[in-house]
């Protein structure tokens, strides 16, 4: 499953597990971790389902091939919300059958043991059809051209298979399964495997599909609506790209990059991909995600098509999300984890993959540059004392929010893959992972599993190294003290502690570090595994730049001496890119905790002049923006926003404001991200070129690219009067399609004043958001938040029930863990805490304690860079207003036309 995105803008449907870690076995079905007994286990699955999509119940026969590998009377297993009929064993009647939806269980008895052996169970049944993601699911959407449509799809990981069918609804028990819907006799209809007949009475047609692999129930696949496709045929595997009919072309751009990733995972596996077809489903909302069905992919609408509205970003998605499901159609369905405990190795694996994919196939995007940004996201969410380890038990599927965490599961995991990538060598990894296929096809496997494999193809004891990364939360600061000999020759001393947004702590903690030593502006790092304090190396020459993550590939910081740092800064121009964007990264978080002072972060951003390089500037107007935010309201904001201006008006010059035929997505997005700081700090220039490129654009909407639309709109959007709100407002409503509506709204919520920001609030409440794109009310009214703290706090609480709907089970984890991240400044923490004790369960209080270390890191950040802020302009010599911003009010000015 791939999130849109981490932030909050973005949270996906998910769900997982969690508790304390333990040691871990390589994978065998009788140890695997789960709550149903495994005397009885499933073999063979032949179901036939008719849905009533406009009543929202389905009627089910269910016959289950089963293997008793005891003697029992008594067989278990999971279902939610169906009522059983006519339960026979072998044709006989069974004692009782009884559901409990509480426990999500049902327990059939018989009249006396059935022996050792295979049985078949089979009943008839009735169920639900819900109306949010989870289970089988009926999705309301506007047509292309207009008019309602309707269609059904599926949900199902973690846990809501149970919803459509009764089963063994946990990843060990693989089974083969016979699918049959029954659905309008116009619809196409879609499951993991092609269709095997197809019989039409009256106006329903019943579609059997062929019997899958043995596979786990959370993987299993159907979707069924007025659907059409493209496709193409490679290697034996036949390719669809689905979507509603009428947007099938938009599919074209999906297809050529599913063409590409089969081909080079194919190869990378070492095992073809397995099934007869790969069909990847465009379903219009549902969840803001994407799901890895074998087979047959699902993907919100918006990160599988491409329309003339679409930018790069969205091509870049689509390519990234597609390389994320595509991995798990190795990793994750052909081999998957024994039991919860393990989603970290289907997920981590799959965002590295993914990453290196869509490295591979687009060069120019300097993807891993890119993933530099998720990576540090993960860092800021791992350096909480209450962060937990990658791995981690599962005790009951039940505690399924708690504390499960993407950025540690997803983004921490893809970060000590790719240093463990790194440190064993790209192909001796790939060695081990084609192993780890080749072991585990067509089964489970644990963690241990994959170490054994990667220790094997390589000769080391990969556990040992990695384990310290995987089941222990947090990371190291390498603290790094240099001394030089009499010919200048440098020797580093190297020591590790835990780096803690509290402050480094001297706790126990220890990793085995893979560093990565650079001494000089190039040449080849060369790689440490520091093990233990006081550990020593020599090091170039003292009047060299130095850095111990070459490359920022490593999951660690690092703490250099005064001098090293000096030294370094002054060589800061001639570091390569990812060198730069490591000290610049490290340096803001140890100033960020206080651990460093502000100057020798500000250093490096004055050095950056005017170099485009789309990530260090990413980096340093985050930390502008941070310190700009917090200034609000103070008496030093205005002269520290002109700062930020002086810093980044070089750049801004060099980059204009229309997207050049060269410009890699990289700098485009680096245009966008510069002018909408330039905007919102108040830049006078900024803010009269954007109102006259709107003008242009309201006259004749081919004025601006789709790549340019955003920061245009965004630099109107946040200094509109009530005439542009209006005009903003009528773009927004006259969008031709849901790409375009996105961007155009949150345009809207972007704005300053505070009555037309009330407007706004209500806008994302209203039905002028299309039921398909529910997810996107939480998103707009998120992106209040910036300049309505409060506004956006009570729209969010009065509406927490209607905008966390379409979330699921995910949105407990999200309120408690990521919503405090965002309203830290919107309400007093006391009052927060309390709040979301009352809205999420008691078993996730873990989740809270997360959320809430980043609400008092924050209030305490915010003291911190305000002092260091004001301190730094005060030493700064006399100086004009170099960038030409709002007057000085101690509050920020809203300019008019
Ligand atoms: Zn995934």
Redesign the pocket.
Known sequence: ???ASISLAGIALFLALAGPASAQAPFSFDSAFGRLPKNVVPIDYTIAIVPDAMELTLTGQESVVLDFRQATDTIVFNSLNETLDQVQLDGQAVDSAVSDDQKQLTTVKLGKPAPVGRHTLTFSYKGRIEKEPQGLFAQPYVKPGGGKGLLLSTEFESTDARRMFPCWDEPAFRSTFRLTMTVPAEWAALSNMPVASRVVQGNLATVSFAATPKMPTYLLEFSAGDLAETSADDSGTRLGVWAVRGQEKDGATALANARQILADYNDYFGYPFPLPKLDSIAVPGGFSG???NWGAITYNDQILLVTASSTIADRQQVFSDQA??M??QWN?DLVTMGWWDDIWL??SF??WMAAKETDLRNPSWNWWESEDATKETAMGADARDTSHAIQQHVTDEQEAQNAFDPQIT?NKGEGVLRMLEAYLGPDVFRDGIRRFMKAHAYSNATTTDLWNALSAASGRDVGAIVSTWAAQPGFPLVSVTASCDPDGKRTIRLSQRRFLLSGTDSGAAHWNVPLQIRSGSNGAPQALLLTKDGQTTSAGRCDEALTVNAGAIGFYRALYDEATLRTTTQRFATLSRRDRIALLDDQWALVEVGAQDLPTYLALANAMGDRLEERAWTQITRALGTIEFDERGGSGHDAFADYARSILKPVADRLGWTSKPNDTPGIQSLRRTVLEDLGDWADLQTIAEARKRFSAFLADRSTISPDDQEAVLFVVGRNADATTFEQLHTVAKTAKNETELRRDYAALMRVRDPKLAAEAAHIALSNEIPQQAATLRLNLVMALVDEQPQLSWTTFSDNVDVLMAPFTSYAPLAIAQYLPAAFWNSVPPDQLEAWLKQHVPAEMSSSIARGMETVHFKLGEKTRLVQAGDRYIAALPQRGSLAGGAPSTGTRAHEKD
């Open positions: 499953m791939r999130m994407a799901m890895e994320h499901e991995a798990h994750g289907n997920e799959a965002s997803y």
